[in-house]
């Protein structure tokens, strides 16, 4: 059964498939009435004519239009408009043919698969087959009509069951696509959570350190200031945490500067010199850098690591 219920993706071509039966059958239908009735040719192709000319919209249809639920449900509307339709105009819509009809797509769109509609279909068959049988003594098993008849209600059948196929999997994947939503959104708030642990834990082993360390992440902001930062500067560490290197306002100035400036271009500082005024002195400043690596290997930013350097006499003013 799981065999049968296997379905080609390629929506439209499937409905094209389907349509292209019915039609056929629908056209038979019309040659055979025209052989009886042949006054009534022009109401024939215009039927005919109309049949043919629903297929041309879907030359322009997209793939991804013909996949919608709504569209299938308009192409199932329209098409028993025109089993109907033509139905009456052959005249053959008697009472018995008309409720097997109906009983036919509401049994295989219970079934919600193509292998089981056509075992409805052949259920289904059996019965009309069986109630002509005893409803007529002359019963005429090369009936052209009744082979069209039971080749028609096989195609009504697939195509409900279709119908129904298609409806069951896309909320299926509606399903699927909110179990994903919401696994996700659990990684995340794990990945929250182990980031939040490797934070905590960077800023102790930061803090501990007998030099200062300047966390920065990737987008120029100041993450994380140790407590020896604020030593060598003489500043709170939390008055420059959350603040944008680059700025022009920036409370660290000329190391702001530099320090943006190697992110910016990407290239590490290593055994970097730095003298400014600070505070009404001059300062002589070393700089390090590395990239910041987290829990599997991502990059979070840049760390810095300072050092206050003696002046150098050039530097000071001072004879050596």
């Known amino acids: 059964m799981n065999e049968m219920q296997a379905v080609d993706p390629a929506v439209k071509k499937n409905i094209l498939f389907i349509r292209g039966l019915l039609a056929l059958l629908l056209l038979c239908f019309s040659y055979f ?20 000319g629903s297929f041309i919209p879907f030359i322009f249809l997209s793939e991804e239009k013909c996949e919608t639920v709504r569209f299938q449900n308009i192409v199932f509307m329209v098409d028993l408009g025109f089993l109907v339709g033509g ?3 052959f005249g053959h819509a008697d009472t018995n043919f008309l409720i097997t009809i109906f009983l036919t797509i509401f049994i295989s769109a219970l079934s919600q698969s193509i292998g089981r509609s056509i075992l409805v279909s052949v259920f ?64 995340v708030r794990e990945g929250d959570q182990l980031a939040l642990n490797y934070a905590a834990t960077l800023k102790n082993v930061l803090d501990s350190l007998p030099i200062g360390a300047i966390a920065v992440s990737v987008s120029s902001n100041i993450i994380f200031v140790n407590a020896k930062v604020g030593k060598i500067l003489d500043i709170h ?30 290239f590490e500082l290593k055994k970097e010199y730095l ?44 004879e050596a």
């Open 33 to 52: 009435h025209y052989q009886s009735k042949v006054d009534d040719l022009v109401k024939i192709l215009v039927y005919c004519g109309v049949l043919l």
């Open 87 to 89: 139905l009456i105009l």
């Open 124 to 187: 289904v068959i059996s019965i009309y087959v069986y109630m002509l049988y005893y409803q007529n003594e002359n019963f005429n098993y090369y009936d052209p009509f009744l082979f069209l008849s039971c080749a028609l209600l096989m195609v009504v059948a697939i195509h409900a069951g279709y119908l129904a196929y298609r409806t069951v999997q896309e909320e299926k994947e509606i399903i699927d696509l909110a179990k994903k939503a919401t696994l996700l959104t659990e990684k």
């Open 237 to 266: 560490p939390k008055s420059v945490t959350n603040l944008y290197l680059l700025a022009n306002d920036s409370p660290l100035g000329d190391l702001a500067l530099t320090m943006g400036n190697a992110i910016k271009n990407r």
């Open 275 to 318: 003298v400014m005024d600070w505070n009404g002195q001059k300062k002589r400043i070393r700089l390090d850098s590395c990239p910041g690596m987290g829990p599997g290997g991502s990059v979070w930013g840049t760390l810095f690591v300072l050092q206050e350097a003696p002046m150098n006499a050039d530097e000071d003013g001072t």
